[in-house]
Every structure is written in C-alpha cells, then in structure tokens.
C-alpha cells in the first residue's frame, strides 16, 4: 500500500470566516467567543518580570530554569498537596506543542506501539499530534457524566496503545473525569496516561484535581499558564510526572531545540508564585458563564447549563452550525459549532466566555435578552 502525502486539514477556527462576515455587519463589530483565548490582562508584576530577567543573551534551559522548575513544585504543593521532585518536571513551550509533538518521541520510544487513545469529544490537537505522529488516533467513547469510558477500548487498540490522554476538566464540556480511574487503567495496561490539567484552577463543582495525587508511576501531567495567568501569548507550561517518561522527553526535546525563551521563564516564576491573581480570575469567569448562559438562553430558548469546569458554556443546540449562524447573524458572535471536538459533538455550540462584561452586555442587548 503507498503511503498517502499528509494534506493539513483546515484549521478549525478558520472554517468560521464565513460566521464572521455576517457578524461584522453589526454596529460594534464582532463579539469573539468562538477561541479560548484570555482577554483579561496578566499581573503587572508577571509583565515587568518579561523585561527584567537579564536572561536575552543565552539559550535558557530546554528543560526550564530551576526557579521556574522550583515554583511549579511549590504551585503543586500548594494546589494538590503532592510532592513532586524537581528532576521530574520540565517547562515546554505552551501545552499546544506538547500535545501536538509529544506522540511522535513516544513512538520513537515504543515502535512496536501506534495507538494514541483521546476522548472522543475533545480538543483536537490529541488527534492531529496523533496523525502528525503516523500514529492511528482513537477515539474513546465519553461516559454519561462526560468522562471516559475506558471499558469501551477494543482490546486489540488496548494491546496497541502507545499512549492515553485525559483532560479534566474537559475542553470543551466541562466536565471533570475521574483521575483515578484513569491511572489505574493505564498502570493495569502498561499505557502512559497524559492528562491535560490546563483548566484545573477553573472548577466549580469541587475543587480541581491532578492525576498526580493518584501516584506518579506511569502518568503525566500537563499544566499551563496560558489561561490559568492569562499569559497565552507568552508560551509557559510544564509536564511533571513519571521518572522515565519525564526523563525521555526532557532529553529527546533538548535535541529538538524546545525551548521556552527566558523571560516567558522569568514572567512564568513570577504568575506561579502568586495564586491572589488565580482567585480573581475565578470570580470573572463565573460571573461570565452565569451571564452569558441567561443571554442566550432567554433568546434561544435552549438550557444553557453552568459547567462543572472551564470556562466554556456546552450545550445541546440540536444543530451546532445552524446555531452558530443564527447567532452570528443576530448577535454578531461567533461561537464554536461542536463538531470540531469530535463528530459526536456536532449537535452542541461552545462558547468561550473571554469576552469582557461590556461586550457580553452588547450581545445581551443586541438579543433584546
Ligand atoms: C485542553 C487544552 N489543552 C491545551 C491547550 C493549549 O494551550 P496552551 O498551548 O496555550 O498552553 C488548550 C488551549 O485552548 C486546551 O483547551
């Protein structure tokens, strides 16, 4: 069988230009809920650290500074009472790259594996990282509470497995998975289990969790500053976890030249170190979701549920599209058909709240809700 030459599919957001030429026509322009992008601005303090670090001459350490490495153990200690050693963490470059490159070292360390296992709703980049790896991406089915059911595998995807992620809470449901249940499966099946904990400081039904308070054996967890501080443009997170595993990648990403640029690294200590700003974000969020969920629900008619994490709205819209157009059309927003988290999403609408009060009030009025 020939190989066939990669084609990129287009980029998810992109498939929305046509949404957003009917929103535009609206007197103030478009309201963009569509991305998961931060509109709120970091701490002053994590800014002046971008420009005083000193550290722009050299490369900084692939693997991140010890301070920056030493401020992500104490934030864990902090947040999940877990001890992680300071050998067993290393910065990268925005999550999006580790998830989108990480399958591919992970291949190259079990070539007799080519199963990267994903939720089956979720952020697309578990399967294109999987595709950019020629890996064979699966799906696994979600559960009724929107976790994975891992009972579902096929046992031959199982025997394959090069890898499983979790993403708790889920982008884009909300919904918080059972960590536990997650490590277990993955220790039972010799299967690496990632899990993407980049919203765990936005959680509203308990509070957020780390699969690292379950062991560190087998597992990886993935955290960002990109929302949690608001720093999606400065490109700072970090994996932590298994010995070997952290070992493996902290090696193989130095020779791909991985590298974090020293001061995102100053500014990254500097957001770790503070939680006061985490509390207050919080606050903004909640109060968003709750607000934009009455909008849009008085309008459409729709329940529009609060989630149990993040910071997007998830709802049943019947046809996510279809949805999407009506809104654009009559409210000027853009929101995110649910088809692009998986084809079993696609009767659902995503609605990132990062758009200011101000903004959230317009659409309100051009909803006459
Ligand atoms: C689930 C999930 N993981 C990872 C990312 C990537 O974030 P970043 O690369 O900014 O850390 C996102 C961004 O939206 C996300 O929703």
Redesign the pocket.
């Known amino acids: 069988m020939t190989a066939q030459p990669f084609v990129p599919p287009p980029y998810p957001y992109d498939r929305l230009d046509a949404l957003a030429k009917l929103a535009v026509k609206h007197d103030g322009g478009v309201i963009d809920l569509s991305i ?1 992008t931060p509109c709120d601005p970091p701490t002053s303090a994590v800014v002046a650290a971008l420009s005083s670090s000193n550290s722009e001459r050299g490369y900084p350490p692939s693997i991140g500074s010890e301070l920056l490495r030493a401020a992500a153990r104490e934030w864990m200690r902090r947040r999940f009472a877990i001890d992680v050693p300071l050998g067993q963490i290393a910065a990268c470059v ?4 580790f ?1 989108a490159t990480t399958p591919q070292y992970m291949k190259l360390r079990r070539p007799d594996r080519n199963v990267v296992l994903y939720p089956a709703v979720s ?1 697309p ?1 578990y399967e294109m990282g999987a595709i950019l790896a020629g890996c064979r991406p699966v799906a696994v089915p979600m559960n009724s509470q929107g976790g994975l059911n891992l009972a579902a595998i096929a046992p031959a995807d199982v025997h394959d497995a090069l890898m499983l992620w979790v ?1 708790s809470p889920s ?1 884009p449901t909300g919904a918080l998975d059972d960590l536990a249940a997650a490590a277990a499966w993955g220790r039972s099946h010799s299967v690496p289990v990632f899990s ?1 904990e ?2 765990v400081e936005f959680t509203w039904t308990k509070p957020g969790e780390s699969i690292l308070q379950h062991g560190l054996d087998g597992v990886v967890a993935l955290h ?1 500053l ?2 949690r501080s608001n720093l ?1 443009g400065v ?1 700072v ?1 970090f994996y932590a976890g298994d010995k070997n595993i952290v070992n493996y990648l902290k090696e193989v990403r130095k020779h791909v030249g991985m590298m974090v640029p020293g001061p995102a690294q100053a500014a990254g200590v500097v957001a770790l170190n503070d939680d006061a700003h985490v509390a207050a974000q919080r606050e903004v969020y909640a109060r968003r979701l709750e607000r934009t969920a009455r909008v849009l629900s008085k309008w459409s008619g729709i329940d529009v549920p609060q989630p149990a994490g993040g910071f997007y709205l998830w709802f049943d819209a019947r046809d996510g599209w279809a949805f999407a157009e009506r809104l654009a059309r009559d409210g000027g927003a853009l929101v995110s058909p649910g088809d692009f988290y998986g084809a079993g999403g696609a009767n659902n609408v995503r609605v990132a709240v990062v758009q200011p009060d101000e903004k959230i009030e317009m659409l309100a009025r051009r909803l006459g809700a």
């Open positions: 998961g925005g999550s999006k790259e998830v952020y980049t993403n982008n993407d980049c919203y960002s990109s929302k999606a490109r997170a």
